[in-house]
């Protein structure tokens, strides 16, 4: 890690390593917020907890920023056991969405709290360092108020740096920004990331915002992590409907496992076969939901008749919405025995080819681009 500040003295302080929770659970009464949680975040990584309000990432930051504790488990920097230790004990600090800068204090003032209390002779020091990572030395003078969001942000993020925490916490840190100023935001926190390496742990309900980011994402349900890997590994191959669904967009529709070699499987539905190769399945046999993301696929004004073994052909269906995004046309397409589908054409023409609800088309794509995941009603049965 970089080192830009001194480092603080006490024995939970100076711990060091990957961050990890051990069989961790936390209940409120009856209720169960985090369920037996285990996981490791490596040292250095930009790890982000993502899912819906209530799945329990907020409350797995707040056991890790020692403001709740585990009702069983343990959390662990390195190899000291954080478990018990009161807040200001741990070597983690926190941003949170509320920004709650002191208004009196200018912003030079409010980074230097920290290391002011903790009595350290150099403190402008470490916030003129602190200020200048977050390229906001130029208003150190100026006080909260006379800042945008977009630079209040930036120096509660070096009021937290300054103490050059083990592990920063980010508890939706963009909310309160506006979508253009937001995604400026994302590159920069990555940008200061990489720079410091501290390990960065980012709660959101923010998918694009997660992957825009994070190195990691575990995506949470339920108080479980249903999935975690990299941002592109969950999109292109979600193992569980609620990933699928959660991560962007998904046509997903049941269809039943029929056969099966070492590297394919064949499913049928409405007198439809279609092939799968066998990786790119979370379930095997039986009724599954067969998914592939609404960007895979291609429109065609004909039944194609040239296209590679490799792809798949649904039609002909009926055009029943348009919506132009910009970028891209989104396409509403109902399938006789299939059902509405979603597809994502690129803007490349100014005349879309297909701009008409009641337009006929078919539907086709690649096999490789498709995957499978267990029925919902499988995995609400799945203790």
């Not at 969001?149 to 120096?155: A, D, K, L, T």
């Not at 794509?365 to 203790?383: I, K, L, N, R, Y």
């Given at each position: 890690m970089m080192a830009l500040f001194s480092k603080t003295s006490g024995s939970f302080r100076e711990a060091k390593g990957d961050l990890r929770l051990e069989a961790v659970t936390k209940k409120f009464g009856d209720f169960t917020a985090v369920d037996d949680l285990s996981l490791t975040v490596p040292r250095g990584s930009f790890f982000a907890l993502l899912g819906p309000s209530g799945c329990g990432k907020t409350t797995n930051l707040r056991m890790i920023a020692g403001l709740e504790q585990p009702s069983q488990g343990r959390i662990l920097i390195g190899d000291t056991d954080l478990t018990g230790s009161r807040p200001y004990e741990r070597p983690v600090n926190t941003v949170f969405q509320s920004y709650a800068?002191?208004?009196?204090?200018?912003?030079?003032?409010?980074?230097?709290?920290?290391?002011?209390?903790?009595?350290?002779?150099?403190?402008?020091?470490?916030?003129?360092?602190?200020?200048?990572?977050?390229?906001?030395?130029?208003?150190?003078?100026?006080?909260?108020?006379?800042?945008?969001?977009?630079?209040?942000?930036?120096?509660?993020?070096?009021?937290?740096?300054?103490?050059?925490?083990?592990?920063?916490?980010?508890?939706?840190?963009?909310?309160?920004?506006d979508l253009k100023l937001r995604r400026e935001m994302q590159v920069e926190l990555k940008r200061i990331q990489t720079r410091v390496g501290l390990t960065f742990i980012h709660v959101t309900h923010d998918q694009e915002e997660a992957m825009t980011m994070a190195d990691t994402i575990a995506v949470m349900n339920k108080g479980r992590i249903e999935q975690m890997g990299t941002p592109a590994s969950l999109y292109d191959l979600p193992r569980t409907a609620f990933v699928a669904r959660f991560l962007g967009q998904a046509n997903m529709f049941e269809a039943e496992v029929v056969s099966s070699t070492a590297d394919t499987l064949t499913l049928e539905?409405?007198?439809h076969h279609f092939t799968l190769p066998r990786k790119r399945a979370a379930v095997e046999t039986g009724t599954v939901l067969y998914g592939v993301r609404p960007e895979k696929l291609f429109?065609?004004?004909?039944?194609?008749?040239?296209?590679?073994?490799?792809?798949?052909?649904?039609?002909?269906?009926?055009?029943?919405?348009?919506?132009?995004?910009?970028?891209?046309?989104?396409?509403?397409?109902?399938?006789?025995?299939?059902?509405?589908?979603?597809?994502?054409?690129?803007?490349?023409?100014?005349?879309?080819?297909?701009?008409?609800?009641g337009?006929?088309?078919?539907?086709?794509?690649?096999?490789?681009?498709?995957?499978?995941?267990?029925?919902?009603?499988?995995?609400?049965?799945?203790?």
């Open positions: 800068l002191f208004p009196h204090l200018t912003v030079r003032d409010n980074v230097a709290f920290g290391p002011k209390r903790r009595g350290l002779p150099d403190a402008m020091e470490k916030a003129d360092a602190a200020l200048k990572l977050v390229q906001m030395g130029h208003l150190a003078g100026r006080k909260p108020p006379q800042l945008s969001g977009g630079q209040q942000q930036r120096v509660a993020l070096a009021r937290a740096l300054v103490n050059e925490p083990e592990v920063l916490l980010l508890d939706e840190p963009l909310g309160a920004l539905r409405a007198g429109l065609s004004e004909k039944a194609p008749t040239d296209l590679p073994s490799r792809m798949v052909t649904l039609g002909p269906g009926r055009i029943i919405d348009v919506s132009f995004t910009g970028v891209s046309t989104n396409y509403i397409v109902d399938v006789p025995g299939f059902g509405a589908a979603s597809a994502f054409e690129q803007n490349l023409d100014v005349d879309p080819v297909h701009n008409r609800p337009d006929e088309c078919w539907l086709s794509w690649d096999q490789g681009h498709a995957f499978t995941v267990a029925t919902e009603t499988a995995e609400a049965s799945t203790p």
